[in-house]
């Protein structure tokens, strides 16, 4: 069975500093990976996926991660942290289940940003 | 677009009483996905449809909880009667038709409280 583990329950930046939030699965197969942000009181967003290709993926609000086959790692950065960017963070791997995909989450990041 | 819309927002029930959760999915999406969150389990499938016909529902805790979707527009997620473990935060989600079926679309939550 897949699984996806976030090592880091908290981080804390301060503004403008650059941020990298760890993620390792575990699958079989080729992993299709994602990355979510939940902004307190709200639903989770996309960021980024991945599934094949370039292993540097670009998301949105000037997120990117890279994906690392050799170290089942799927590590999200951010070279400039803004304060609106504090909330939880999930990864997320993809399994094929008919046409969609069912994801398996990892625990989440909670990221505070110091002004 | 209005983005999913899960009402109520906010639930306190009493043990033993029947709560519906209701979620209006995106028009043109043809999955609907229900989670649960909470601390100690992190975000968790409970099921999910495909053109209104239940695919999976590996995840539901037991037969307290039941969900349908009577047309495209419309899913309930049930549970009676209601346990204070029962108590999280319930998501639902959505994948449009067509070219991109992976990303799924999150509401803003159900906070359900069990007292």
């Known amino acids: 069975a897949q699984s996806v583990t ?23 197969a080729t992993p299709y990976l994602f990355w979510y942000v939940q902004s307190p009181g709200q639903g989770l967003q996309l960021l980024l996926k991945y599934f094949s290709g370039d292993t540097l993926v670009q998301g949105i609000k000037g997120f990117e991660a890279e994906f690392k086959r050799s170290q089942s790692s799927f590590n999200l950065r951010k070279p400039s942290v803004h304060w609106s960017d504090a909330a939880e963070y999930f990864c997320a791997v993809g399994v094929s289940s008919g046409s969609a995909r069912q994801l398996t989450f990892g625990s989440g990041t909670q990221l505070t940003v110091l002004p | 677009d209005a983005g999913v819309i899960q009402s109520p927002r906010h639930e306190v029930t009493e043990m033993g009483q029947e709560v519906t959760l209701r979620c209006k999915p995106i028009s043109g999406h043809d999955y609907l996905f229900w989670y649960r969150q909470t601390m100690m389990r992190g975000l968790e499938l409970l099921i999910y449809f495909n053109n209104n016909v239940p695919i999976d529902d590996s995840g539901m805790p037991e037969d307290r909880f039941s969900a349908k979707m009577p047309n495209a527009s419309f899913s ?22 067509g070219v991109d079926t992976d990303t799924q679309y999150f509401g803003p939550g159900t906070r359900l409280t069990v007292l």
Do not use: M, W
């Open chain 1, 6 to 28: 976030q090592p880091d329950i908290h981080i804390t930046v301060s503004e403008g500093a650059s941020l990298e939030l760890r993620c390792n699965y575990s699958y079989g």
């Open chain 2, 76 to 97: 309930t997620l049930k549970i009676q009667p209601s346990e204070p473990r029962d108590s999280a935060v319930y998501f639902c989600a959505s994948i449009p038709r």
